[in-house]
């Protein structure tokens, strides 16, 4: 049995309100198409087909950086309803595949194992149409799931078009379809335009009924995953019910957080055991944490991998990479190329930027390193920069292992610091320091070589 993928995506999103196509709103901080899509991807044998329109440039750019050559992409030039959707990936597929799995790419909170069950109950009871619905007290705008009297679904009755009577019914479908291929693409040139002037997929339910073939539904259990985005209050609601969904996943694996309420947790993340996640904490992107940690309050990680036994307060880390047993702040920022390697620890308010800290260094508050490596066992005192960027370039430094940097010193690239070297309070380096040198001074200038100040 061979499965394609159609993701719908195509829609103007005009309750929105905005220039951004819906499709690429984050939910923890990652577009919603993305979300649906990695649901869907693994249940395919044929790379899914993303149906877009409205912003079609910037949904494709989305999806290829994230996904490559693991999805197609078919044009909806116009927006003519979602039958007309299906009907534009159809060239793509027809011929290709068993069966056709559709789904929506407004609902990020819809799971792969649902999917799956999707794909078996088709299969097993060789339907040509399965279909998921949830039963609730919120319409949300979708359409009503009608059966008759010995509780067949024979109809589904988009909200629009819906009688009064059809809607006070409490089951939705949330747009969650398998289809016996062959039937589907027989089938879908037969549709026929709704008073909307659109070709509703629905419709396809009443065909299979008139035929007397089986349509099978599968009311999901959890109804939070049949919620769709149609507004930005929707997607305040798929934050919320997705942040709870994984903090409470991590939770039952070992990661503690004091208050999942105020914890934001990236679906892409990894923590390891017996970490713990303090309140105002933001972990996303690829970020990965290892075990033992404390990280926060007040923290933000973006794709950042941090080692085993770290404790980061009140501090930003973005594209960095930090070891094990690093201690960071409060009110530290690691910016893109930031490394801090074992045990290096950083004091308040200091900032590291395309830099490598190697082991067992400490840099003071109030400090900035930036395009420098750092040796073992440095100190660099409170008050320490890195004054790099001449106007045009970004200039590096290098400081050797053992040196110790005094407070206020200003490091003037390109420069080389040697090992076992030192500087005075308050210095402005503008020269190369050899190994063992002390320089003081505005500007810095030699005053004893290292074996001269153990003789003295």
């Not at 220039?19 to 939910?27: D, F, I, Q, S, T």
């Not at 249940?43 to 996904?67: I, T």
């Not at 033992?292 to 933000?300: A, K, Q, S, W």
């Amino acid at each position: 049995m061979k499965t394609a993928s159609i993701l719908l995506a195509a829609g103007l999103g005009k309750r929105m309100r905005s220039a951004l196509p819906k499709m690429l709103h984050p939910v923890l901080g990652k577009p919603i198409v993305l979300h649906a899509l990695a649901a869907v991807q693994p249940l395919a044998d044929l790379p899914p087909v993303v149906v877009v329109g409205y912003g079609a440039e910037a949904v494709v750019s989305a999806v290829v950086a994230a996904f490559g050559e693991g999805a197609r992409f078919a044009l909806q030039a116009e927006q003519l309803g979602t039958g007309h959707a299906v009907r534009c990936a159809q060239p793509l597929l027809e011929g290709e595949a068993d069966e056709v799995l559709v789904t929506f790419a407004d609902m990020p909170l819809l799971r792969e194992g649902t999917l799956r069950e999707i794909l078996a109950t088709r299969r097993e009871q060789d339907a040509v149409l399965t279909m998921a619905s949830v039963i609730g007290d919120v319409p949300r705008g979708f359409g009503r799931v009608v059966r008759d009297d010995a509780g067949r679904v024979v109809a589904i009755v988009e909200e629009a078009v819906a009688t009064p009577e059809q809607l006070a019914i409490r089951e939705y479908n949330i747009s969650a379809y398998c289809f016996s291929a062959e039937w589907l693409w027989e089938h879908l040139a037969q549709l026929k335009v709704s008073p909307k002037g659109e070709y509703y997929l629905t419709d396809l339910v009443g065909m299979a009924v008139a035929e007397g073939r089986p349509v099978e539904s599968v009311v999901l259990s959890d109804p939070l995953e049949g919620l769709g985005i149609n507004d930005r209050v929707d997607l305040a609601a798929c934050e919320k019910a997705m942040c709870q969904r994984v903090n409470t996943a991590w939770m039952l694996a070992g990661v503690t957080l004091n208050d999942p309420d105020r914890t934001v947790i990236g679906t892409d993340v990894r923590i390891g055991q017996d970490t713990v996640i303090l309140p105002n904490t933001y972990l996303l992107g690829n970020t990965t944490i290892g075990a033992n940690c404390v990280i926060g309050p007040d923290t933000t990680l973006r794709d950042t991998h941090v080692g085993d036994n770290c404790h980061i307060q009140n501090s930003v880390a973005e594209q960095a990479e930090i070891g094990n047993c690093v201690s960071m702040g409060p009110f530290c920022h690691l910016r893109k190329g930031a490394v801090l390697k074992d045990h290096v620890h950083l004091g308040n308010f200091g900032e590291v930027k395309d830099s490598t800290l190697n082991e067992n260094t400490k840099m003071g508050h109030f400090s900035y390193i930036g395009n420098a490596q750092i040796g073992k066992n440095v100190n660099i005192g409170a008050g320490t920069i890195t004054c790099n960027f001449d106007g045009k370039h970004k200039n590096p430094t290098e400081i050797g292992d053992n040196t110790f940097i005094g407070s206020d010193t200003m490091l003037v690239a390109p420069l080389k610091i040697g090992k076992d070297a030192a500087t005075g309070a308050g210095s402005v380096v503008t020269h190369d320091v050899p190994d063992g040198g002390l320089v003081v001074g505005v500007p810095a200038r030699p005053f004893a070589r290292k074996e001269e100040r153990d003789r003295q």
